[in-house]
């Protein structure tokens, strides 16, 4: 099921991905944001557990900020996997 979540407080603005009926990552993609840090991590999480890579990368700050990218992804994909229950 293909998912889009809204970010808060981060330089990406939207976050996008696909999870099987597995919960596994797939077609990760930020709008904005440092590009190739982003690609980066969709690439490292690629068809990886959901449950494994929000349990990683939440808590994340980036700066100054109390949150990140990749919390923002953490946040997202823990809603998603919410939702598909």
Known sequence: ????????GVCATNI???????????NLQFQGGCNGNLKAIARLVEGMDAEKVKEVLAGNT????????????SKALGEAVASSL
Not at 18 to 24: G, Q, S, V, Y
Not at 62 to 73: H, I, M, R, V
């Open 1 to 8: 099921m293909q998912y889009n979540y809204k970010t808060k």
């Open 16 to 26: 996008s991905f696909e999870l099987d009926d597995n919960k596994c990552v797939h």
């Open 62 to 73: 980036c700066g100054f900020k109390n949150t990140s990218c990749a919390d923002q992804l």
